[in-house]
């Protein structure tokens, strides 16, 4: 929602303009101060998101537009999208936003299964019809090709990416310090993100325990959600590791708050076992922070080649050899790795080359010939 909304408003700023379609209930709190034009025609019913007003507002609508992004597959907006906008004849182009990536296959091998038995029919046919289907990342197009044998798209990576950060960094760096006095002081190693069980916190702990002796004033600041449960179980194998006073949770963190974190660390850690972009390594990056993360976040080879972080497997040994070989560089390394991860951002991951990346995408494909329909 945060990408669309960003693009949404630098495209608005290059005399472009776009609007939304939700299956959302139009009464949800945040679409009351959504800055774009927004139609929302939810609610929508059960986990498929069924909602038998998106394909006629598509056949009376679909033609006012001269391109149409469709967020996502899995659900029925996609199914409904393919249908509706083939009859009236407007491309449509699909991001799908890492689902496609086979660790969901390898973890949940059931619904993977329940997935087949509508993929040739729907899904299939909802990106095999696509003016072009983007990724972005080298890796998410890579991965993609990976979940079901029955594939055909036309690939396109483009740039994604978030807005710049405020840059009065000592002011929200002593804001964050002051609400948390005891991170004083410390270097401060920074999660931010949902506590998940995707996204690999039980390695975090374990590795950060298995280093924290190398350095005492070493501290691990856990943010985010827990929208599962586990934060418990992870406090109590922090405490079993003897480094629950070495760790901190202050929970989601919003605007001001969350910006002093990063500006309060010294690196990003995201151990995922499954990240297909990942907004908080771009806001990492964009403060100048280098980020160690595991090579299931799909831009770790864009890290990697710009020098702006460290990479490693999301393993426990992997896990550790990130920590290990953060502590092992030099205070002037370090520096020159923060000052690559911000050139990193301003090159690759900003609103700007974001919505540049995919006017190229539009204008390139509408130079080509159409593709013939398929039944």
């Known amino acids: ?19 939304i379609v939700t299956l959302d209930d139009p009464h949800r709190e945040f679409l009351r101060s959504f800055p ?96 072009a289907v983007l990724f972005t990342s080298e890796e998410e197009r890579l991965q993609a090709r990976r979940s079901f044998w029955l594939y055909r798209v036309e690939e396109q990576v483009v740039a994604y990416g978030t807005s710049s950060p405020p840059y009065n960094s000592e002011e929200l760096r002593e804001g964050f310090l002051a609400a948390h006095p005891q991170l004083r002081e410390r270097r401060i190693l920074l999660f931010l993100g949902r506590v998940h069980q995707k996204k690999g916190c039980d390695l975090l702990i374990q590795a950060f325990a298995d280093v924290a002796v190398l350095e005492r004033a070493l501290h ?5 959600p827990d929208q599962t449960g586990w934060a418990n179980e992870l406090r109590e194998l922090a405490r079993d590791l003897g480094v629950a006073n070495r760790i901190s949770w202050p929970g989601m963190l919003r605007d001001e708050m969350k910006w002093g ?47 702006a972080g460290l990479v490693a497997p999301d393993t426990l040994q992997g896990t550790s050899q990130l920590l290990r070989e953060w502590l092992e ?22 609103v700007s080359a974001m919505a540049d990346s995919l006017l190229s995408v539009v204008r390139e494909y509408d130079r080509r010939p159409a593709v013939p329909d398929h039944p």
């Open 36 to 131: 774009l034009t927004v139609y929302a025609l939810g609610p929508s019913r059960g986990s498929y998101a069924y909602n038998s007003k998106l394909a006629p507002w598509l056949m009376a609508h679909g033609r006012d537009y001269d391109a149409v992004f469709i967020h996502g597959v899995w659900q029925y907006h996609s199914y409904a999208a393919r249908r509706a906008l083939r009859k009236v004849g407007v491309p449509y182009y699909v991001f799908t936003h890492g689902m496609l990536d086979p660790w969901f296959k390898r973890t949940y091998p059931l619904k993977h299964l329940k997935k087949w038995l509508y993929w040739p029919w729907a899904d299939y046919r909802v990106l095999r019809d696509a003016r």
């Open 329 to 350: 560089l030099t205070s002037v390394q370090r520096e020159a790795m923060g000052g690559r991860a911000r050139e990193l951002f301003r090159r690759r991951f900003t």
């Open 220 to 224: 691990l600041v856990i943010a985010g």
């Open 261 to 307: 974190a990063f500006y309060s660390a010294e690196a990003f850690v995201l151990p995922s076992h499954q990240e297909n972009f990942g907004i908080a390594v771009a806001e990492a990056l964009a403060c100048g922070l280098p980020v160690l993360i595991s090579d299931k976040v799909n831009i770790w080879r864009e890290i990697r080649s710009a020098l």
């Open 1 to 19: 929602m945060e990408g669309v909304r960003q693009r949404g408003l630098r495209l608005a700023q290059l005399g472009h303009s776009a609007e």
